[in-house]
Nanobody, 125 residues
Framework: QVQLVESGGGLVQPGGSLRLSCAAS????????MGWYRQAPGKQRELVAS???????NYSDSVKGRFTISRDNSKNAVYLQMNSLKPEDTAVYYC???????????????????WGQGTQVTVSS
């Protein structure tokens, strides 16, 4: 089991900045990627940004150039620096971790998703 705890959400004016943090605990060995998703009321959860073990990052087109994802492997943490925030960025942001887990005595592995509880980000004047 992996536990993910997010922090850093809040209310900010358009053009402002926030930094989200997510700390993983529990069975952190085997985590191959971490990322951030968001979900607004009435909408599906969507990928914001992700980062894999090698450091390669991926961003939604809507946040490229404004958001930066980073990680601290020693602390099993992932961060999302959000700049130039827009009202459409308003959503609950969820931390995600993908872990390669052992299936059984065979030693085979499979990937499993873990999710944080979410943190509210509201961008409004």
């Amino acid at each position: 089991q992996v536990q993910l705890v997010e922090s850093g959400g809040g209310l900010v004016q358009p053009g402002g900045s926030l930094r989200l943090s997510c700390a993983a605990s529990g069975s952190v060995t085997g985590i191959v990627s971490m990322g951030w998703y968001r979900q607004a009321p009435g909408k599906q959860r969507e990928l914001v940004a992700s980062i894999i073990s090698s450091g390669t990052t991926n961003y939604s087109d809507s946040v490229k150039g404004r958001f930066t994802i980073s990680r601290d492997n020693s602390k099993n943490a992932v961060y999302l620096q959000m700049n130039s925030l827009k009202p459409e960025d308003t959503a609950v942001y969820y931390c995600n971790a993908v872990r390669s887990e052992v299936a059984g005595p065979s030693g085979d592995t499979y990937e499993r998703d873990y999710w944080g509880q979410g943190t509210q980000v509201t961008v409004s004047s």
